[in-house]
DNA sequence: AAATAGATTAGAATAATTCTAAAGAGGGAA
DNA sequence: TTCCCTCTTTAGAATTATTCTAATCTATTT
């Protein structure tokens, strides 16, 4: 991604556009394997771990990136989260797809009547398994 | 909760009706604090905090919990799991919902034809604010 | 260019969770 | 009922993902 676009993104969200933010951020928006933080320090070893988890705080923060727990191996996997878009995880491989074929309105409307608040967000994961798998 | 239907409950998921299983299940039916590993130990304290992991563990096995990350508090939170349902989370208090407000067959439907795979499963987190909150 | 609020860093600290290995107890078989 | 075997429980140690500290640096505003 072009460098200025990047620097936008986070300035229009109140983040101060580093040299390390930028790589991040750029590094979130093209890579698609839901990487935890240690996954993106063993790409970016220049920044420190504490950078990194720094940066994903505030990128998490104000939006831009959502964490999933896939609750297999106890750490937080981070998505860009340019588009709203909800997660299909394949409980033999823990595969993680994007997916946006689905209209949340309904489901937030849901959730305003049954709560009685404004609703800011979602997190969906849909587990499944793969038809020919035996069992 | 009468014990001879938590037996059949445990049973009939394969797993041994210990006393101290009885005791967890018991505790996670009757609590709608979504409650941490830690709190059920501090209130069934005769219970290793050991014994309280593995049991949760089994009990996520076999699909009577679920865990809940909330992700603010860094502890995963275990909820009975008797029927279906989703979480509104309020962002402000963390206070977590439940509601069934909800049909997730067309999203089980759109996830299925985005993945291929048999769906098995979901996680719903609605995320949300109260109305009267400046801002 | 100077000022300053906020960001980065290495390393230490924290704490949730998992592991170990020894002792105990369900539940099926006879 | 009693035996037996496999699975469970336990205390405490170990692990490790994440957060904290406090010193140094830098992006942005004036």
Redesign the interface.
């Known amino acids: 991604m072009t460098e200025p676009l990047l620097r936008d993104i986070l300035q229009n969200h109140g983040l101060k556009a580093t040299s390390q933010r930028l790589t991040i951020l750029d590094y979130l928006m093209t890579h698609e394997t839901h990487p935890t933080a240690e996954m993106i320090h063993a790409d970016l070893t220049t920044i420190s771990l504490a950078t990194i988890y720094n940066t994903l705080e505030k990128l998490v923060d104000v939006g831009i990136v959502i964490?999933i727990?896939t609750?297999k191996d106890g750490k937080?996997h981070y998505d860009f989260y340019g588009e709203p878009h909800?997660h299909?995880i394949?409980?033999r491989t823990n595969e993680i797809?994007d997916?946006d074929?689905?209209d949340v309105k309904?489901?937030?409307e849901?959730?305003?009547?049954?709560?009685?608040?404004?609703?800011?967000?979602?997190?969906?994961?849909?587990?499944?398994?793969?038809?020919d798998d035996a069992k």
């Not at 404004?118 to 994961?125: C, D, Q, S, Y």
Request: glycine fraction near 8%; proline fraction near 5%; aromatic fraction near 14%.
């Open positions: 964490v727990d609750q937080r909800y299909i394949n409980s797809i997916a074929n689905f309904p489901l937030f849901a959730a305003r009547q049954a709560s009685g608040l404004n609703i800011t967000g979602f997190h969906i994961e849909i587990y499944g398994v793969d038809p």
